[in-house]
């Protein structure tokens, strides 16, 4: 609460188990190290930091990370980092597919989030072609504006045609049914609804990632 100035209304216990105790993904099948965890840091026996983290198939994502404010003085953003860099790397002994370390969202313009970027190799992911670009590259962008395109040779929006949404998925009486189908079985008022919300939806996650989602309009 001192930190980002939260009321206490809104740090209930209720509220912390939802957002940090209840990953989704807990049950999911596999080596029984994936899931959510807490990694806790102690000082001379009292706690003094907690780093809330996620063990995926190809990762570990560092989902959040709180700590008393009375040792701020410890730069935790930058020890938190290196100590689940080498969490990583002894997951990579033992599971050789997990690989990478995802630190999360870098908002350039954030002076809490600067640490991020002092680590390399480290890369951005670029939010319309959704590939990775090295930090250093993307940061002399940022510096000239907040929101950047960072693969120069994504083709824009507007060079979609409309086949391109054929094998995109709609959901028409509770059945998931390919667009392209549905635009053959409807008329012609009813599928361009759909066709703009799926122009939406490739626009903000990328052809390839829209594949997987299924849109109701």
Not at 38 to 62: E, F, T
Not at 99 to 104: D, T
């Amino acid at each position: 609460m001192s930190i980002h100035g939260d009321s206490e209304s809104k740090c209930d216990e209720k509220s912390f188990r939802r957002f940090l105790c209840s990953p989704p993904f807990n049950d999911m099948n596999g080596p029984q190290e994936y899931g959510g965890f807490h990694q806790q840091y102690y000082i001379d026996n009292k706690l003094v930091a907690v780093g809330v983290l996620d063990i995926l198939p190809w990762c570990v994502s560092s989902v959040y990370f709180y700590y008393d404010p009375d040792y701020a003085a410890l730069s935790f953003g930058t020890l938190s980092a290196l100590f689940e860099i080498r969490l990583t790397q002894q997951f990579h002994d033992k599971i050789p597919r997990i690989k990478w370390y995802y630190m999360g969202f870098y908002i350039h313009t954030n002076p809490k989030m600067k640490y991020k970027s002092k680590f390399s190799p480290s890369f951005l992911l670029c939010p319309k072609s959704h590939s990775w670009h090295p930090i250093k590259q993307c940061l002399e962008e940022l510096e000239k504006q907040k929101y950047c395109i960072f693969n120069k040779n994504h083709p824009g929006s507007s060079e979609l045609k409309d086949e391109d949404l054929d094998n995109l998925k709609v959901l028409v009486d509770r059945k998931v049914c390919p667009y392209g189908v549905y635009k053959n079985l409807s008329s012609a008022d009813n599928y361009k609804d759909y066709k703009e919300c799926l122009y939406l939806l490739v626009e903000s996650v990328g052809l390839q990632n829209a594949e997987y989602i299924c849109i109701y309009c």
